[in-house]
Nanobody
Framework: QVQLVESGGGLVQAGGSLRLSCAVS????????MGWYRQPPGKQRELVAR???????NYADSVKGRFTISRDNAKNTVYLRMNSLKPEDTAVYYC??????????????WGQGTQVTVSS
């Protein structure tokens, strides 16, 4: 069974910080790279950051130096620390494997996401 449960979003002023968490089913967490994705209002979902099972990280240029992805292998949890938030970071944030988990019958699988709203 696939589980992706995001939490930690909210409303924050520009310049503020948030930490997102994602609980992941053990079956997919232990063998996969994980990513945080976001979907701004009216736009397509995009990859923000990813981390391999060994801990190597990669970031989109728009968040480099402000966001930090990490994972706790003992807790099957992936985190996204977001600092110096900007209004353009406003989006629904999702975690998933990298590339995204795809189910045979229903295609790509996504959790419910967590809303991040940054006010100016």
């Amino acid at each position: 069974q696939v589980q992706l449960v995001e939490s930690g979003g909210g409303l924050v002023q520009a310049g503020g910080s948030l930490r997102l968490s994602c609980a992941v089913s053990r079956r997919i967490f232990s063998i996969n790279a994980m990513g945080w994705y976001r979907q701004p209002p009216g736009k397509q979902r995009e990859l923000v950051a990813r981390i391999t099972s060994g801990g190597s990280t990669n970031y989109a240029d728009s968040v480099k130096g402000r966001f930090t992805i990490s994972r706790d292998n003992a807790k099957n949890t992936v985190y996204l620390r977001m600092n110096s938030l900007k209004p353009e970071d406003t989006a629904v944030y999702y975690c998933n494997t990298y590339p995204p988990t795809t189910l045979a019958v229903s295609g790509e699988y996504w959790g419910q996401g967590t809303q991040v709203t940054v006010s100016s």
